[in-house]
Nanobody
Framework: QVQLVESGGGVVQAGGSLRLSCAAS????????MTWFRQAPGQEREFVAA????????VYADSVKGRFAISRDYAKNTVYLQMNSLKPEDTAVYYC?????????????????WGQGTQVTVSS
């Protein structure tokens, strides 16, 4: 069993930066995939970025490539999402998720563990 707690959301002007954190409690195995999703009002939850816990292989959605960076800290059992050059269309609730099959999955249905979400609002 893994519990995920996100933090770091807030309100920022367009062009600004935020860093989200996802703290995981419980044992994280090498095959875990840690992923960030986001959901804007009235829209489906969408994939943002994923990282393999063991090898640190990263995958990004095209909409955030070059602006966002996902990373993990073994010692802190924490995954980060550094968000730069933020745009109003990045406004959403951001969720951390984890799954155990070792293959990055862009579908929310592929994830077993979820955090409660953190709000990110980008003003124009």
């Amino acid at each position: 069993q893994v519990q995920l707690v996100e933090s770091g959301g807030g309100v920022v002007q367009a062009g600004g930066s935020l860093r989200l954190s996802c703290a995981a409690s419980g044992r994280i195995f090498a095959t875990y995939i840690m992923t960030w999703f986001r959901q804007a009002p009235g829209q489906e939850r969408e994939f943002v970025a994923a990282i393999t816990w063991n090898a640190g292989i990263v995958v990004y959605a095209d909409s955030v490539k070059g602006r966002f960076a996902i990373s993990r800290d073994y010692a802190k059992n924490t995954v980060y999402l550094q968000m730069n050059s933020l745009k109003p269309e990045d406004t959403a609730v951001y969720y951390c998720a984890a799954q155990t099959n070792g293959v990055p999955d862009r579908r929310p249905s592929g994830y077993v563990y979820w955090g409660q979400g953190t709000q990110v609002t980008v003003s124009s």
